[in-house]
């Protein structure tokens, strides 16, 4: 069973341009969380996915940040226009129906660095 | 919003010593799950173990234990007979019912061959 795939591993990218993430979850997962870890600090939650619903964007910063799963399967989360301040590493992650909580099946995460 | 706090960035162990990671929390939740979560070098996060606020037991996974002190709010991790391959980072995280976790900032552990 393949695990959750994120794209691209690694992005640079200039002030104020634009930058698109995307994460495969596993396949036949309902629940797809967002989360982001800033240089040596906490990983903090951005957002939840059931299906392709919006459960819970509670923790998306502002509203330079998009995220879709259109279909229920892959996510993209969309920077526009970024900042300094964006730079950190996103995870993936998602969880099957009815597996037990905290069996959120992580991504190896994309390391962003804005310049 | 849950606090995790982690106050150890970094912790050294010699190879099949034990070593112990140290975590507090802060809630006014009284059912939560807990979990330590670890992060091999240029590898995914997975889980280590788990702990369910309402068990009183101490979760044990092989090698990996808790010691979870409710009243205290604390949830400490203890690796026996490190091995090399324990070197990772290691994170604590909260959850309550909304299954969103909250994370402390990350304890780096080395094992010393």
């Known amino acids: 069973e393949a695990g959750v795939t994120q794209f691209p591993s690694h992005s640079v990218i200039e002030k104020g341009q634009t930058v698109t993430l995307r994460c495969d979850p596993i396949s036949g997962h309902d629940n797809l969380y967002w989360y982001r870890r800033v240089m040596g600090k906490e990983i903090k939650f951005l957002l939840h996915f059931v299906k392709e619903s919006k459960q819970d964007e509670s923790g998306m910063p502002n509203n330079r940040f998009l995220a879709e799963r259109t279909g229920g399967t892959y996510s993209t989360l969309k920077v526009q226009p970024a900042e300094l301040e964006d730079s950190g590493v996103y995870f993936c992650a998602s969880r099957g129906y009815g597996d037990d909580p905290g069996e959120q099946y992580f991504g190896p995460g994309t390391r962003l660095t804005v310049t | 919003a849950q606090t995790v706090t982690q106050s150890q960035p970094e912790m050294s162990v010699q190879e099949a010593e034990t070593v112990t990671l140290s975590c507090t929390y802060d809630?006014?939740?009284?059912?939560?799950?807990l979990f330590w979560y670890k992060q091999p070098p240029s590898r995914q996060m997975i889980l280590v173990i788990r702990?369910?606020?309402?068990?009183?037991q101490n979760a044990t996974e092989n090698r990996f234990s808790v010691n979870f002190q409710k009243a205290a709010k604390s949830f400490s991790l203890k690796i026996s007979d490190s091995q090399l391959g324990d070197t990772a980072m290691y994170f604590c995280a909260f959850m309550k019912g909304d299954y969103k976790l909250s994370f402390g900032a990350g304890t780096t552990v080395t094992v010393r061959a």
């Open positions: 702990q369910e606020a309402y068990k009183q």
């Open positions: 809630t006014s939740e009284n059912n939560y799950y």
